[in-house]
C-alpha cells in the first residue's frame, strides 16, 4: 500500500520513500503524518525489515560481524573467516633481513563463539624464528600468566650488517579487542592452550 506524508518544506502531500525520507529532498523529521495515497486514512511509517538492520544484537553472528569490524580499525591485523573455526587473526608483528640475520615473528589466533553456553574460545600464539649472526641487540621480556592467559610486553632490536630492526608485542592486546566486544554481546572469553579447543 502506497504512503505519502505531509511535508512541511513541500506543503503538500508527497509521496515517501523507504528511507521515510520526502523525495524533494527534505528530512523525515518534516513529514509529521502519514496516510494511504488513495484512502486518505492514516498509516504508521514502514518498518525496516530485520534482515536490513542485520543480526540481533547478543547472537553470535552479531558478535562476529562486530569483531570483524573491530579489527579492521587495527591496522596489521589480517582477519578472516575459519573453515574449522569461525575466526582467524593474524598479525606479521617482525619480518627483518638484515644481511647476515634473519628475524620473524608472527602472531596467530583463532577463535569460536558457541552461543549456548554464552563463550567465546580463543586460542593464540606468538611464534619466532630467527637465522644468522647477530651483531648484538637488546630483548626484553615481563609478562605474567593467569591460567591460558598471557599479558605483558615483549621487545627486541636486533642489528646485522644491513642494519637494524626492532618490534614490540603486547600479549594482552588482541585479547582485549575480543574481550570488549564479547562483553557488549553477553559473551565471556576463554582463551584455551589447545587449538583444537577452539575449533569446530
Not at 617482525?94 to 552461543?115: C, F, H, Q, R, S
Not at 624464528?129 to 637488546?138: C, D, I, P, T
Amino acid at each position: 500500500m502506497p504512503n505519502a506524508g505531509y511535508c512541511h518544506d513541500c506543503r503538500a502531500y508527497v509521496w515517501v520513500t523507504d528511507t521515510w525520507a520526502c523525495p524533494n529532498g527534505h528530512p523525515a523529521a518534516r513529514v509529521n503524518a502519514w496516510y494511504d495515497s488513495e484512502t486518505g486514512q492514516p498509516l504508521t511509517p514502514p518498518q525496516p525489515s530485520p534482515a536490513a538492520q542485520g543480526p540481533a544484537a547478543g547472537t553470535r553472528d552479531a558478535f562476529l560481524a562486530e569483531l570483524m569490524a573491530a579489527f579492521a580499525q587495527y591496522p596489521g591485523y589480517a582477519v578472516a573467516w575459519g573453515s574449522d573455526t569461525d575466526m582467524t587473526i593474524s598479525n606479521a608483528v617482525a619480518d627483518a633481513n638484515l644481511g647476515t640475520v634473519k628475524k620473524k615473528v608472527d602472531y596467530e589466533a583463532v577463535l569460536k563463539a558457541v552461543e549456548a553456553e554464552r563463550v567465546v574460545y580463543l586460542w593464540e600464539l606468538l611464534k619466532e624464528k630467527g637465522s644468522g649472526l647477530n651483531f648484538g641487540g637488546f630483548e626484553s621480556e615481563s609478562y605474567s600468566t593467569f591460567g591460558a592467559k598471557r599479558s605483558g610486553v615483549k621487545k627486541e632490536v636486533v642489528i646485522g650488517a644491513g642494519g637494524v630492526a626492532s618490534y614490540g608485542w603486547d600479549y594482552g592486546k588482541t585479547r582485549a579487542i575480543v574481550e570488549g566486544v564479547a562483553a557488549r554481546h553477553g559473551f565471556t572469553v576463554k582463551v584455551v592452550l589447545k587449538k583444537r579447543s577452539a575449533q569446530w
